[in-house]
């Protein structure tokens, strides 16, 4: 019963999502770049297949990151500022079917896109390869995919922040805000400690206040940098199956810690 | 056995900004039985909303308890058999009428033969079945008024709860709502509605409460109203002096 | 009706202007980027963490940028500042900084340096980081022993570098001989000819490779001339002292022109060069 419920309210998330009419723009937008790849190509010496995969995954994630960004907020946010949540509530559902129900609608949505993306873009791939297969020596299909794989973790965890966010926000547009400056932060924070941890920033940064606090948000923010296996993709260096179990398990709690937290707080939340 | 029971309950909001306190409901009982058609009129911002909130429980009373068939609006469980109407709904824009039926019928977790079969009776009787098919986004007010009805209808609960039903509808169409909301009845369903429009109030309800500044100033049994409605004396002239805002 | 036609009007000539201005534009822009030429980069501790999860493709972009600019310069067919060699230097270090494995940058920067800047060392610098990520990879190494033997002359260097890329997967079984050869041919272009026609082979770009092969072929213009220059030796006891003894005496028909523009001449140790220093004159 109660999955059957959940699956209702995932349909209907997805159903709402799929039906957006910036999905056609997003997904327009990274066909061409796909197709573009095929010619961009051409203007390159020998690595012709890391150019390639380089466009393709690239087009992926920014398809990704645009969906979460735009049709994932909407899909959240705006159902509670705009109370069409009340229709969902006024069903046997309690605040924390409802954040797993659209959580899930939403990654139903961004699966069914990536996995849409991913097909195109193997046979802009597969065109190229066979175009200039001289070129291609180094590629491997098995790195691609776990590009994307890998890129999809990402927006696993990507998403659950979003969720968290508008939970805690009255406004679609902060949740905006808070979502990209997370990502942003999540994409840059490892830069920033190795960074921080070299010789030449010690003498900079003499306090150790500073440290601590980066030691410490190090830990809250999620670490999204380990999603991203575009460049070992695109050199069709071999990532282990344990690295990926380590990200696939980091993305799963991290984001079950962001669902949980976000089903307490909206359990306290006030709908008026 | 009551089907909704409001015991003291009391609702403050506190403003974001200022912290200022503003009393929204105050001290309210009430019990609603079965097969009974209680409307709640008063004038905007007297806690009519606030009540039924709460009774859906989007918000939490500061003080007293609400009970839903015996559970209180914190156990999704309160909701299992519940229509709810809110007041100006809004729905999912890209969603067709008829999918968003399905999805109550299954979130109440109705079996697809019957839901399909119920959504197909109730948009016929609304008048929407040749639009069934149509995004949300494209339907005009009364429109989605009457999607809405449908919504807390289709999957035949027991209680169905009304924030401004009339609102946005043609004639014709409040004039098919007063009928559904009078068949439920003959089927021994509760239903607790709440109106700007006396009229509808005084034709269909059982009982009316008059709310005021967030209390309950008083309750009338259609016996009542019967005998103090004549000539000069309607439900609207009573409404104005139970508010004292009769000059 | 009168009123939208006048609109319709109003519009194309706009549009006219646009047009124009949009035309006018091009040239100035054309003068203004001659003059400020894209001669920086941002460092790497800001283009990094700027290009967020996207450094594969912003060091794609920034490749594409430095090579058209570079290309530019080539085809003005002038001898290029060497200003423009640390810049490149620098720009494909940034760019290595973003992708530490995108092979075509080490190899652009490497082939440019050498051929055109004569700065072995930069080049050989850049060789070095990409042989820190590329571990396995012969060519990494091979290029590097080229470096060495050719333009360095320095056999020793050369030698242990190819021995190293002879021990790595997939390379050519010729190169543990390779070392033996190339210092055996030092004073000649047959070692060159030799590594220029490996790069051709490999290479798609059909502008670059036509690049190269105009390089290959004054190579081994100068190669044959060299050997008629020792058959001459042989011949008549002493070497010629201009490459016009040769046709005098009938040793070759007549001295092809250098595709770069230049004038074949023999040096006063006996070797043949040209006076476009494979430069285009």
Known sequence: MMTRKLFALTILTFKEGVRDRALFGIGLFSLLLMAGSIVVVSMFMRELHKVTVDINLSAITFAGLLLSFFVSINLMSKDIDRYTIYSVLSKPFSRSQYIWGKYLGIMLLIVTAMGILTFCSSLAIWFTKSQYSLYFQGFSWMEFYKAVYAELLMFFLLNALIVFFSTITTSSFITLLFSISTYIAGQTIEEVVLFLKTKHAAEIFMSEGINTIIGIVQYILPNLSVFDLKLQSAHAITISWDYLAAVTGYSIVYSIVLLIMASLIFNKRELR | ?247 | ?281
């Open chain 2, 1 to 247: 056995m009551q089907k909704i029971l409001i015991k003291n309950v009391s609702k403050e909001y506190i403003s974001d900004f200022k912290r200022k306190r503003k009393t929204a409901v105050d001290n309210v009982s009430l019990s609603i039985e079965k097969a009974e058609i209680f409307g709640i009129i008063g004038v905007n911002g007297a806690g009519k909303s606030t009540i039924i909130k709460m009774i859906m429980g989007f918000i939490k009373p500061h003080s007293g308890q609400i009970f839903v068939s015996g559970k209180t609006p914190l156990d999704p469980d309160s909701r299992r058999n519940l229509g709810y109407l809110p007041e100006n709904p809004y729905f999912y824009d890209n969603l067709t009428a008829r999918e968003l039926l399905m999805f109550s019928c299954q979130a109440s977790g109705l079996d697809k033969k019957t839901s399909i079969r119920r959504i197909e009776i109730l948009l016929k009787k609304v008048g929407l079945f040749a639009e069934q098919n149509q995004k949300l986004r494209t339907f005009s007010k009364g429109m989605t008024q009457r999607a809405g009805i449908c919504f807390a209808l289709v999957h035949d609960p027991d209680i169905i709860i009304l924030d401004e039903p009339m609102s946005g509808l043609d004639p014709l169409g409040r004039k098919i709502v007063i009928d559904l909301i009078c068949d439920l009845k003959q089927r021994g369903k509760t239903v607790l509605f709440c109106s700007h429009i006396l009229n509808d109030v005084e034709r269909i309800c059982d009982r009316v409460g008059i709310m005021d500044g967030g209390s309950l100033k008083r309750v009338y049994t259609k016996e009542e109203i019967f005998k103090s409605v004549d000539a000069e004396n309607n439900l609207e002239e009573i409404f104005l002096k139970i508010i004292g805002r009769n000059q």
């Open chain 3, 1 to 281: 009706m009168k009123r939208q036609f006048i609109l319709v009007l109003f519009l194309f000539v706009s549009i006219f202007f646009c047009f124009m201005f949009q035309k006018n534009l091009i040239e100035k822009r054309e003068i203004f980027l001659k003059e400020n030429y894209a001669g920086y980069i941002l460092p790497s501790k800001i283009t990094g963490p700027a290009s967020l999860e996207f450094s594969g493709i912003v060091a794609d972009f920034l490749f594409l940028k430095i090579t058209t600019f570079f290309g530019g310069e080539f085809n003005q067919n002038e001898p290029i500042d060497n200003k423009y060699a640390q810049f490149l230097y620098e720009s494909m270090n940034i760019l290595t900084d973003l992708d530490p494995w995108f092979w075509d940058a080490y190899l652009m920067a490497d082939m440019i340096l050498t051929w055109d800047f004569g700065k072995i060392d930069l080049a050989n610098k850049l060789l070095l980081k990409a042989m820190a990520h590329r571990k396995e990879d012969f060519k990494v190494p091979y290029y590097i022993g080229f470096n060495y033997f050719y333009f360095l002359k320095d056999n020793l260097n050369g030698a242990r570098y190819l021995m190293q890329a002879a021990r790595l997967p997939k390379a050519p079984g010729y190169l543990s001989s390779l070392a033996t050869r190339l210092s055996m041919y030092q004073n000649q272009y047959r070692p060159a000819i030799m590594f220029l026609n490996d790069i051709i082979k490999s290479t798609q770009n059909p502008e670059l490779r036509k690049q190269f092969e105009i390089r290959l072929k004054t190579l081994m213009i100068m190669d044959r001339l060299e050997k008629k220059v020792h058959e001459f030796k042989k011949r008549f006891g002493t070497f010629p002292d201009r490459l016009s003894d040769l046709t005098d005496k009938g040793l070759v028909k007549l001295i092809p022109d250098d595709p770069y523009g230049g004038k074949f001449i023999l040096l006063e140790n006996k070797r043949v060069y040209t006076t476009s220093k494979m430069i285009y004159k």
